[in-house]
């Protein structure tokens, strides 16, 4: 049986979140379908023949060119050809998807072409063709992708993209060439072209036309999630499972959650993508990618696990952006973090994504659902399509505005976790105590499990909140001591009512 999204709302005044008690604060859930965002989703099978209506006959064609025509192509053309009648009658136009581009023409598809649809081979055959206009990029990469998108603009063609890699590297020059554009179309009495991306960001998640629509009275002050499917997946296999980094990345790569090179994923730099995209709609900030603090899950063990659960909680991979002060400073970074048992984002596992947007009137709203996937990302890309039938405007401000205000600092306070591998010696602790004390840094607590093996014994600091400046200064200082073993690692932790 199919099921779609269902969306709830829960609103009250009060303080943090508590998975137990819904009234506890002002909270908006999105929920997409359960299970894994990458799993393979047993569907019915999508019939492509449509009864022709009366209506169609009369209704105007929106020629649609797709590029890509690989799995989540394949998810959009079966969803318009299911609700192609719907379609029609929420937007009166027939939404005609007529050319399908991709690089091998003789590969057999997993779908069905669409009547009087063709197979071609040259991204010209789309973007010269006068008749097609929109643009429907999913072939993935940034080279030839970039040329497709920006190609689609210039014609003056309506675009929508899943490509995050694309937006977070080249935002202001997207920005830049439909603002031209539209300014070229105006003058010559035109209407504006549209350039969505709902699917760049959390896949079936619709936190991108959220971020354009239900904040514009409200005051952002911090977005933070688990925005990477592959990662979460590991980690809730590594915290419920007991297993090690080594084991989890396995069962993610033969679940088909990892990629044969896993590194965007594990090292981060995906969640960074999309964090980029996320600080621009929620603070007006442009920020190079390359700025922004990564840290992946490479290096976290089981036995930070062993001392999360002792601490009360668990980890997470998330992507945090927040303001530091009230001068429009913002502070950002991709890190594994820990994340008490009864926070929101703790029980989000497996595959999942979820975003939370901390705001001034709605305190806390939590968008939770599948991030990735055929049927979720096409959705998204679908949703997109039928906005801009429907005659939906953002092309006027695409990303929501700029703020000259707001500047990037690679800075922010918070309670972090230290975790140092030793070999036995005198005057460990009094060193520790020392080198914080040199850099500012207050200890809240010092953690250590029972050592059954010497060649993995390890202990953990829990400082007060300070400056991420200072912890690097004393993580470099006890990394030159003779007793410290390989490299120190630390995270932070994603509340200050941790306790």
């Not at 009094?430 to 500012?440: A, S």
Request: aromatic share 8%; net charge negative; hydrophobic share 40%.
């Amino acid at each position: 049986k199919q099921t779609y999204p269902v969306y709830q709302q829960h609103s009250t005044t009060q303080g943090a979140f508590n998975m137990m008690s819904l009234l506890k604060i002002s909270t908006l859930f999105v929920l997409a379908r359960l299970g894994g965002a990458f799993a393979p989703i047993s569907r019915p099978a999508f019939s492509t023949s449509q009864p022709t209506s009366s209506s169609s006959l009369h209704a105007e064609s929106l020629r649609v060119g797709l590029v890509g025509g690989g799995t989540v192509g394949g998810g959009i053309v079966e969803i318009v050809a299911k609700n192609k009648a719907k379609f029609e009658g929420m937007t009166g136009k027939s939404l005609d998807i007529c050319k399908v581009c991709v690089k091998d023409a003789s590969k057999s598809r997993d779908f069905d072409l669409p009547h009087g649809c063709s197979i071609v081979t040259s991204f010209d055959e789309v973007l010269k063709d006068d008749s097609i206009d929109m643009v429907v990029e999913v072939m993935g990469g940034v080279t030839a992708a970039k040329d497709v998108v920006y190609q689609g603009l210039k014609e003056g063609k309506h675009v929508v993209t899943a490509n995050k890699a694309l937006i977070a590297a080249y935002l202001p020059e997207i920005e830049k060439l439909l603002t031209e554009t539209n300014a070229k179309r105006e003058k010559d009495g035109a209407e504006p072209v549209e350039f969505r991306y709902e699917a760049a960001v959390c896949g079936g998640i619709p936190i991108i036309r959220s971020m354009q629509s239900d904040f514009v009275g409200d005051d952002i002050d911090m977005v933070s999630g688990i925005i990477n499917g592959c990662t979460n997946f590991m980690l809730t296999s590594m915290d419920r499972d007991g297993q090690t980094y080594d084991e989890a990345l396995s069962k993610a790569s033969e679940l088909g959650y990892a990629e044969a090179d896993p590194t965007l994923d594990v090292g981060g730099f995906d969640a960074r993508s999309k964090l980029r995209i996320l600080m621009r709609l929620a603070f007006g900030l442009e920020v190079n990618e390359d700025e922004i603090s990564c840290r992946g899950i490479t290096d976290l063990t089981k036995l930070d696990f062993e001392y999360a659960k002792m601490m009360g909680g668990t980890i997470k991979l998330l992507g945090v952006s927040k303001r530091v002060d009230e001068n429009g400073k913002i502070a950002a970074f991709v890190s594994p973090c820990y994340v008490k048992t009864d926070d929101s984002l703790s029980s989000v596992n497996g595959a999942t994504n979820a975003v939370e947007v901390i705001s001034s009137n709605l305190v806390s709203s939590i968008y939770i659902g599948q991030g990735a996937g055929r049927y979720p990302t096409a959705n998204s890309c679908v949703n997109d399509m039928v906005a801009v039938a429907r005659g939906d405007e953002t092309s006027a401000c695409a990303f929501n505005p700029g703020s000259p205000d707001a500047t990037f600092v690679n800075n922010y306070d918070s309670v972090f976790y230290l975790r140092l591998g030793y070999r036995d010696a005198l005057g460990i602790t009094r060193q520790c105590g020392e080198i914080c004390e040199k850099h500012g840094v207050s200890i809240h607590s010092i953690l250590q499990n029972p050592v059954t093996s010497r060649d993995d014994a390890a202990f953990v600091i829990i400082t007060e909140k300070v400056p991420l400046a200072s912890v690097k200064k004393v993580m470099a200082d006890i990394e030159t001591l003779d007793w410290c073993r390989g490299s120190a690692f630390f995270m932070p932790v994603l509340r200050e009512d941790w306790v």
